[in-house]
């Protein structure tokens, strides 16, 4: 690429059609450069971290350090789709066979505010007043018009629909529990 040796996935961690370039550091003021110039004309912008962690929430990515880590299972993370238990033994595997099997009793979640206010990572969530966790992920989202998160919650208080709070800033602020992906792309 443009004399630099990459390599170039049509990966992302967006929820959106894109691609990603690995290539050395020296090499990536010059790609970058002329990636814009050439793009100018379709409308290519650069966009920073932010914007990234706004798509990837929108689509339900969950991000290991917040939505997911080594306290949370696949089970309660809703990343049931990408475990095979069939496919033989691995580090964690008796363990999730057994959740499997007694059922979990929390489970990640999505919501939106239904009072100003944007959830933040971290924010302490409270379903009848009590307090169930932090908030894992939260931002607003301009597309969606509307603030949304990720908290997990008791299972037996995480349907659609369930009214919970999100104290920011000492006060609690009214949320609602809703499907997920919040936005899922049109291919």
Same mark, same amino acid.
């Given at each position: 690429?443009?004399?630099?040796?990459?390599?170039?996935?049509?990966?992302?961690?967006?929820?959106?059609?894109?691609?990603?370039?690995?290539?050395?550091?020296?090499?990536?003021?010059?790609?970058?450069?002329?990636?814009?110039?050439?793009?100018?004309?379709?409308?290519?912008?650069?966009?920073?971290?932010?914007?990234?962690?706004?798509?990837?929430?929108?689509?339900?990515?969950?991000?290991?350090?917040?939505?997911?880590?080594?306290?949370?299972?696949?089970?309660?993370?809703?990343?049931?789709?990408?475990?095979?238990?069939?496919?033989?033994?691995? %580090? !964690?595997?008796?363990? +999730?066979?057994?959740? =499997?099997?007694?059922?979990?009793?929390? #489970?990640?979640? &999505?919501?939106?505010?239904?009072?100003?206010?944007?959830?933040?990572?971290?924010?302490?969530?409270?379903?009848?007043?009590?307090?169930?966790?932090?908030?894992?992920?939260?931002?607003?989202?301009?597309?969606?018009?509307?603030? %949304? !998160?990720?908290?997990? +919650?008791?299972?037996? =208080?995480?349907?659609?629909?369930?009214? #919970?709070?999100? &104290?920011?800033?000492?006060?609690?602020?009214?949320?609602?529990?809703?499907?997920?992906?919040?936005?899922?792309?049109?291919?």
């Amino acid at each position: 690429m443009l004399g630099a040796k990459a390599l170039v996935s049509r990966t992302g961690y967006t929820g959106e059609d894109g691609f990603e370039i690995y290539l050395d550091n020296a090499d990536a003021p010059k790609v970058w450069r002329e990636l814009m110039k050439r793009g100018e004309k379709f409308g290519v912008k650069p966009c920073g971290l932010v914007a990234r962690d706004t798509l990837r929430l929108e689509a339900k990515m969950a991000l290991y350090g917040n939505d997911i880590d080594d306290a949370h299972t696949a089970w309660e993370a809703d990343l049931g789709w990408i475990v095979k238990m069939g496919k033989g033994d691995f %580090i !964690g595997r008796d363990a +999730l066979s057994k959740q =499997k099997e007694t059922g979990i009793t929390r #489970i990640l979640k &999505g919501f939106e505010m239904t009072e100003p206010g944007i959830a933040r990572h971290g924010y302490p969530v409270f379903v009848d007043g009590a307090e169930v966790g932090p908030v894992t992920s939260g931002s607003p989202a301009p597309y969606l018009k509307k603030n %949304i !998160g990720l908290t997990y +919650l008791p299972i037996e =208080k995480s349907a659609e629909g369930r009214a #919970i709070e999100i &104290g920011i800033r000492g006060k609690n602020v009214k949320a609602i529990v809703v499907p997920t992906p919040f936005y899922k792309r049109q291919k």
